[in-house]
């Protein structure tokens, strides 16, 4: 008799509400999911999400400025081609309100609100191994049971705020980025600190500087940024969309980021200084990720990399009048894109104002915050708001900051206390039937993030058809599988030079005592979809599937 025949554990409460699948979250992954296994599984399936309303990340992410850095006939679902030519996008990058409109929209269209419980916050998740369920209570005390447990909780939701001394006894108002207000902030006439500057600071920064009496920026490093060149979308471009969806999902598809264009088959170093720098002008008039796929060799080839470095470099203390602040802003200690650069619009630009301040926390560190702002090591600053652009938990926080636990009482805290370790991103050996959408270890956040969902949501669907077809019970990879994944995810990282980033939240290193690893596949999108499809077609291969 195997060990999962004879350990039990407690029965499951009776006033439990029993599914099929229970999955976690109502964004694009969630909903996605939910309409995979309801509509074209018959299976019967609940959505629990801790907000009042659908959208996920979208749902919280609602700063000023706050915008999409994939182009917007990209940021959508690509399965249903109806649902492609009944949705218009009206601007290139599109805004977070535009983003929840889409998406409630999508809610509407196929009726999922009925199996979505919103202002439902799952507390724990535990493996009953006797019943061969997941056994997950919500805060509010409510009680599931499911076959089958679905994180879709996104790689970014788990709200980074530093543990400075004193926040506490700050009197005036702070915010996170990532938790904004439903109502807004009103910052007219107001004192500003705003701490960060990766992408949400980036986009934060010009539109709170509008209104603001005074912003400060306190940057600890310095970000490439290039210029979105938003706008609304031509009639004629809409056109094409619409006549074109076909071969914009293939190229999606066919692309290591998933995003809707090529890379130039070209190095950097095909062409003479002259062209190269002509090169780098028109992708920079043209805006957006486009700029990183001028040359194949940008994320490969550190002399290649150096080149465009140097001319974003020289575009920021051309922009930035003052050039003390120049000299900040482009002082950048990583290679070009070894972080996903962000997109703005007059980010750089904001700093020619009068009313923004800029302060460098390598070289004056924060010390305290005081009841009336915030105290360096140098200098003092008064206060009325203070915004938190200080990112995210990535990755594994937000599956982290729920109480989950696998067979034997095996915490996912405890199993992933070296970092996360599981295989394709999709599943974790000691937690049969829980799988994981976008999780560590798959491309997720080095990708257009619904290419990316997509694909883990149609495999996970495939994946429990075919237990359902064949009289399988349970799923769940082996060690030695995970062992293997973990090293290929290494080596596809370290065959780039994305690890030179040292300050990357993909390596963990905005949050302290996180493990430094480097969590994303960065292989490419289109080589993991080979990947998890030659495991299909190979029976599973690393996966113990149980009658």
């Given at each position: 008799m195997s060990a999962d025949q004879t350990e039990s554990s407690s029965t499951p409460p009776r006033t439990a509400e029993h599914f099929d699948a229970v999955i976690i979250g109502a964004?694009?992954?969630?909903?996605?999911?939910?309409?995979?296994l309801r509509d074209h599984l018959r299976l019967k399936v609940v959505v629990l999400e801790m907000g009042d309303g659908v959208g996920g990340t979208w749902h919280w992410n609602r700063y000023p400025g706050a915008r999409c850095d994939s182009e917007s006939h990209s940021y959508c679902y690509y399965f249903d081609d109806a649902l492609l030519k009944d949705w218009e996008w009206t601007e290139r990058y599109p805004g977070?309100?535009?983003?929840?409109?889409?998406?409630?929209?999508?809610?509407?269209?196929?009726?999922?609100?009925?199996?979505?419980?919103?202002?439902?916050q799952v507390r724990t998740a535990r493996y009953d191994v006797r019943d061969n369920v997941w056994v997950v209570e919500t805060s509010q005390g409510q009680r599931y049971t499911s076959q089958f447990l679905i994180t879709a909780v996104g790689c970014l939701s788990a709200a980074n705020v530093p543990d400075i001394p004193g926040l506490a006894n700050f009197s005036g108002r702070w915010v996170h980025t990532g938790q904004w207000p439903h109502?807004?902030?009103?910052?007219?006439?107001?004192?500003?600190?705003?701490?960060?500057?990766?992408?949400?600071g980036i986009q934060c920064a010009p539109e709170i500087a509008k209104t603001a009496a005074h912003l400060t920026v306190f940057q600890r490093t310095a970000n490439y940024s290039m210029p979105a060149n938003n706008g609304p979308l031509s009639a004629e471009f809409k056109q094409y969309v619409?006549?074109?969806?076909?071969?914009?999902?293939?190229?999606?598809?066919?692309?290591?980021?998933?995003?809707p264009f090529r890379f130039c088959d070209r190095s950097a170093f095909d062409v003479g200084a002259d062209e190269r720098e002509a090169i780098?002008?028109?992708?920079?008039?043209?805006?957006?990720?486009?700029?990183?796929?001028?040359?194949?060799?940008?994320?490969?080839?550190?002399?290649?990399?150096?080149?465009?470095?140097?001319?974003?470099?020289?575009?920021?203390?051309?922009?930035?009048?003052?050039?003390?602040?120049?000299?900040?802003?482009s002082d950048i200690d990583h290679p070009f894109a070894a972080k996903r650069p962000p997109i703005d619009t007059h980010y750089f630009e904001t700093f020619n104002r009068?009313?923004?301040?800029?302060?460098?926390?390598?070289?004056?560190?924060?010390?305290?915050?005081?009841?009336?702002?915030?105290?360096?090591?140098?200098?003092?600053?008064?206060?009325?708001?203070?915004?938190?652009?200080?990112?995210?938990?990535?990755?594994?926080?937000?599956l982290l900051r729920i109480g989950i636990e696998g067979r034997n009482g095996l915490r996912l805290a405890d199993a992933w206390r070296e970092g996360p370790r599981n295989y394709l991103g999709l599943q974790v050996p000691g937690f049969p039937n829980l799988f994981t959408i976008t999780g560590p270890g798959s491309p997720s956040v080095l990708t257009n993030m619904p290419v990316a969902i997509e694909q883990h949501v149609d495999w996970i669907t495939e994946c429990i058809d075919y237990m359902r077809k064949h009289g399988l019970s349970k799923v769940e990879p082996v060690e030695s599988a995970a062992d293997a994944w973990l090293l290929q995810v290494q080596a596809a990282a370290n065959a780039t030079l994305l690890p030179k980033a040292h300050h990357s939240w993909y390596l963990g290193a905005n949050v302290p005592g996180k493990p430094r690893v480097f969590m994303p596949y960065a292989g490419g999108m289109a080589q993991y979809r080979r990947l998890c499809q030659q495991v299909v077609e190979r029976g599973y291969d690393g996966f113990e599937l149980v009658a």
């Open positions: 964004g694009f992954s969630g909903m996605y999911q939910l309409l995979k977070h309100e535009e983003i929840r409109r889409y998406l409630n929209h999508v809610a509407d269209r196929y009726r999922l609100r009925p199996d979505i419980r919103l202002n439902t109502e807004g902030v009103d910052f007219r006439g107001k004192r500003v600190g705003m701490i960060g500057t990766g992408s949400t619409r006549e074109h969806s076909d071969e914009i999902r293939q190229v999606m598809h066919s692309t290591p980021n998933g995003h780098y002008e028109e992708a920079w008039r043209k805006g957006g990720l486009q700029f990183r796929a001028s040359f194949r060799d940008l994320l490969s080839d550190q002399a290649a990399n150096d080149t465009a470095a140097e001319f974003i470099k020289a575009k920021i203390r051309q922009i930035v009048h003052d050039p003390v602040k120049a000299e900040i802003l009068d009313n923004v301040e800029l302060v460098n926390l390598r070289a004056d560190p924060i010390e305290a915050i005081v009841p009336t702002g915030i105290k360096t090591r140098n200098a003092s600053f008064e206060f009325d708001i203070i915004v938190f652009a200080t990112g995210f938990d990535a990755l594994t926080g937000p």
